[in-house]
Nanobody, 127 residues
Framework: QVLLVESGGGLVQAGGSLRLSCAAS????????MGWFRQAPGKEREFVAA????????KYSDSVKGRFTISRDNAKNTMYLQMASLKPEDTAVYYC????????????????????WGQGTQVTVSS
């Protein structure tokens, strides 16, 4: 069992920045790839970014590439998402997710890869 808790969400003006954190506990030693997903009202959950355990592979959705940066600190069992140049269309609930089974060497954007999820943190970007 892995428990994930997101933090850092809030209200920000367009063009602003936020940093999200995802703290893992429980059997965190099992965690391989970590990822961020988001879900806006009335829309399906979508991939945002992912990072492998070593940090050697990262992946971003086209909509956030160049604006968001994913990182992790394995000693702290924590993942981060630095978000810059935020747009109103970035408004969503952001979820942290981890893979404890596959251990791929390449970061994946497929929802099915991830077997534990956090409760989410709201990010609202005003225009």
């Amino acid at each position: 069992q892995v428990l994930l808790v997101e933090s850092g969400g809030g209200l920000v003006q367009a063009g602003g920045s936020l940093r999200l954190s995802c703290a893992a506990s429980g059997r965190a030693f099992l965690i391989n790839t970590m990822g961020w997903f988001r879900q806006a009202p009335g829309k399906e959950r979508e991939f945002v970014a992912a990072i492998t355990r070593s940090g050697g592979s990262t992946k971003y959705s086209d909509s956030v590439k160049g604006r968001f940066t994913i990182s992790r600190d394995n000693a702290k069992n924590t993942m981060y998402l630095q978000m810059a140049s935020l747009k109103p269309e970035d408004t969503a609930v952001y979820y942290c997710a981890v893979d404890t089974q596959l251990g791929s060497q390449e970061a994946s954007g497929r929802i099915g890869v991830y077997d534990f999820w956090g409760q989410g943190t709201q990010v609202t970007v005003s225009s």
